[in-house]
């Protein structure tokens, strides 16, 4: 074995110091949500950190990160969420349906990915209408019986494409008793 000679007593670190840990975490995370064709829509998303620096919250569609520069449809609120000026979905062309994931970095501590959240788009199809007819009964008695019975029509118009197609009528009925033996 040859010699090394003495122990060295000098010692070289390099990179950065060691940060502190900061907590971070989602305050509100994206939910499924069923949108409607040509309406506005919002997926939420928020985080929150100790840290210095406010988080950088970008969102991935079915696993690949949206480029919203130019996009004149679709932007990042200052809180985070994505919102639509108006929902795109036809037949052939479905840009917006998909699943979506908030994720939030701050520089220098790391990323954080919220759940995945499905937006699924309906087209413009019923259109709920006043009911056309109704009828509320209701009786009491001095023995503390009391009962209601309320019922009403609603009409659904279709459209699809801006086009009638159907009319669905459907009759709502409720009905409850309450009866108190008083003696």
Not at 21 to 36: G, H
Not at 41 to 53: E, F, I, K, P
Request: charged share 15%.
């Amino acid at each position: 074995m040859s010699p090394r000679g003495p122990p060295s007593s000098h010692c070289t670190a390099t990179g950065s110091a060691a940060q502190p840990f900061s907590p971070f975490w989602f305050t509100v995370e994206p939910q499924d949500m069923l949108a409607i064709r040509g309406n506005m829509a919002v997926l939420n998303c928020s985080a929150h950190s100790d840290a210095a620096t406010p988080a950088r919250i970008e969102w991935k569609k079915d696993g690949t990160f949206l480029s919203l520069v130019s996009d004149e449809r679709r932007q990042i609120l200052p809180d985070g969420a994505l919102f639509f000026t108006h929902v795109i979905h036809s037949k052939h062309n479905k840009p917006d349906e998909g699943t979506y994931q908030c994720v939030a970095t701050i520089d220098n501590l790391g990323s954080i990915s919220s759940r995945t959240a499905r937006l699924s788009v309906a087209g413009k199809g019923c259109w709920i209408y006043q009911p056309s007819y109704l009828n509320m009964m209701y009786s009491l008695t001095a023995m503390g019986e009391y009962s209601c019975n309320c019922s009403c029509n609603l009409n659904f118009n279709c459209f699809d494409n801006s086009k009638f197609t159907h009319q669905i009528m459907r009759r709502v009925e409720i009905n409850f008793a309450k009866v108190e033996n008083t003696l």
